[in-house]
């Protein structure tokens, strides 16, 4: 282990001379403030305002766990609950060790032409863990000697049509979010952290969408198809959203929203052989409620809610304040013979309240505290009703990711490439409900250069699995990074979770074993990983 990570400084380090060495003529004439995207001392590009534009994410990490799949199955891509049916699971006699990388590149095509009015953006994932496979099938693979294997993903290839000014019109793959902030506009963790957080909505989808973003209003209408079966049958799976925000004051600003599925897949198509919606193999994997009913079946599902958010971007004072609160509500018929017959009403609440206070010089000087609540339901559909939460989870592999709680192990971190595996991966926690939250605490010892930060997260169940308890469990958590550029860090993280009662349990009535089906109490698991980061534009 000590030669692998040798070798990843020596790579990294040797890459960063290179890079401060092209730039150091610009760096000696930039201040402190040239870390802010928004300052006015940021170096100016007059290569941007040309028709072709090239921005790019680049990661690569190297990290240390005690988690793994029992499957070789999934050795190049994990997904999912951890101890759920992708066969992830923790051990105390075998260590994780490996190197990830991922580049995400956007290409915007902005023709003078049309004066503005016509925006083309591509942008793709190059994913691989190193040394994997080379040739044959299956995605994410591909950095082996000799390489060449496909591991080019599609994410977003769309048009922005902008007719009128605040007015934009999208259509064709793009983002999926649950903010009312335009995806193309804003930055991530502003998105993360307003709205419903990417908690019920958070990936790509196929459709067309139209926003009005005003000084005052910002209004968003959207239809996207989830999943074409046949293309002359009754069998497609599809989203309709209305979002709408309204700016109270300079701080303050207030939202509605109204979500509506109209499932009907007839249990076909969905993410490989797992199928897709509220029956399928796939939610089960994601950590979803799964409806112990035939895979035919009908379903429609509305969602309810409301968002506050007090200045989101943490620059007007030092208090910071978001929250929402949101109801799914619905039926289910499911095939009886040659007819449909009710299955289940669906009625489930969700809530979320996030604080933070900013005490120092910088953004990254600040305490937070976040809390989440979501019904459960103990019986599952048993009396014909479910009472908790439902999320894109069910459709999509993740359709959701709620990652601005500053979890890692309890909860989902943003930190990853191939390796997605949180202990609650949906907020429904497999339907059983959740009560939890983190605290935070930031502060940046150089500012805008060297940050530290720490925190915790705890959560209990809001129904006991059979034979368990209510508790999920207790993280602790912390990271070091240093900026050592323009958007261009370089971290060490680390987290350790304490598994709680929950985990006693071998119940599987909602269609996934709390733990993996072992006949014992699962290993704490825990994980440390060193990252380069680079944002660039």
């Known amino acids: 282990m000590n030669k692998i990570f040798t070798l990843f400084l020596v790579i990294l380090f040797s890459n960063i001379q290179l890079i401060l060495a092209q730039t150091s003529s ?86 003078k032409l049309f004066n503005g009015k016509a925006i083309l953006r591509a942008s793709f994932e190059i994913d691989w863990t190193w040394g994997d496979q080379a040739y044959g099938l299956s995605g994410n693979k591909g950095a082996a000697i000799n390489a060449d294997q496909v591991n080019l993903q599609t994410q977003n290839i769309e048009l922005e049509l902008i007719p009128i000014k605040d007015v934009a019109i999208n259509l064709g793959l793009q983002r999926l979010y649950d903010t009312p902030y335009n995806p193309y506009r804003t930055m991530f963790d502003k998105m993360t952290n307003t709205g419903y957080r990417l908690a019920y909505w958070g990936t790509d989808a196929v459709g067309i969408s139209a926003r009005y973003d005003g000084d005052y209003q910002k209004l968003k209408a959207g239809f996207y198809l989830l999943y074409e079966n046949n293309t002359e049958g009754d069998d497609d799976v599809t989203l309709s959203e209305l979002v709408y925000q309204q700016k109270l004051s300079l ?51 509305v969602w ?29 018929h499911s095939r009886v013979g040659d ?55 069910s459709w999509g592999m993740p359709s959701n990711i709620f990652i601005g709680t ?23 926690n497999m339907g059983y409900g959740l009560i939890g939250g983190t605290l935070n605490l930031a502060h940046d010892f150089i500012p805008n250069r060297l940050n530290a930060k720490t925190g915790t997260a705890m959560a209990i169940s809001q129904a006991k699995p059979q034979g368990g308890g209510w508790s999920l469990g207790t993280e602790l958590n912390g990271s070091v990074s240093y900026t050592i550029g323009p958007y261009m860090s ?48």
Do not use: C
């Open 26 to 111: 610009e760096n000696q004439t930039m201040n402190t403030n040239k870390f802010n995207l928004f300052s006015e001392d940021m170096p100016y590009n007059a290569k941007a305002n040309k028709e072709f534009q090239f921005l790019a994410f680049f990661i690569n990490q190297s990290v240390h766990s005690n988690m793994y799949p029992k499957a070789s199955l999934f050795n190049g891509q994990l997904v999912g609950r951890l101890f759920g049916p992708n066969s992830s699971s923790t051990t105390d006699s075998v260590k994780s060790n490996y190197f990830e990388q991922r580049i995400i590149p956007f290409f915007i095509y902005q023709p």
């Open 490 to 537: 370089v971290e060490m993280h680390g987290a350790y979770l304490w598994l709680g009662d929950f985990f006693d349990s071998r119940d599987s009535s909602h269609g996934s074993s709390i733990n993996g089906n072992s006949e014992t109490r699962p290993i704490n698991p825990y994980t440390i990983f060193l990252v380069y980061k680079w944002l660039m534009f």
């Open 339 to 393: 007819t449909y017959e009710k299955t289940a009403d669906i009625g489930g609440f969700a809530g979320n309240i996030r604080a933070a206070y900013r005490y120092g010089r910088t953004l990254n000087d600040y305490f937070s505290a976040d809390f989440i609540y979501a019904t459960g339901d103990p019986n599952g559909i048993d009396d014909k009703k479910y009472k908790g939460v439902i999320t894109g989870n």
């Open 304 to 332: 309810l809610g409301a968002t506050i958010s007090r200045n989101p971007d943490f620059w007007i004072d030092p208090f910071q304040l978001t929250g929402f609160v949101n109801y799914n509500l619905g039926n289910v």
């Open 251 to 301: 701080k303050w600003s207030a939202g509605a929203s109204v979500y509506y599925v109209k499932d009907r897949g007839k249990g076909q198509g969905g993410v490989s052989v797992f199928g897709q919606g509220l029956a399928s193999t796939l939610a089960a994997y994601n950590g979803s409620f799964v409806f112990d009913m035939q895979k035919d079946y009908k379903a429609d599902i």
């Open 406 to 428: 500053g979890g890692y192990l309890l909860f989902p971190h943003a930190n990853v490439v191939n390796r997605f595996t949180p202990v609650v991966a949906d907020i429904s």
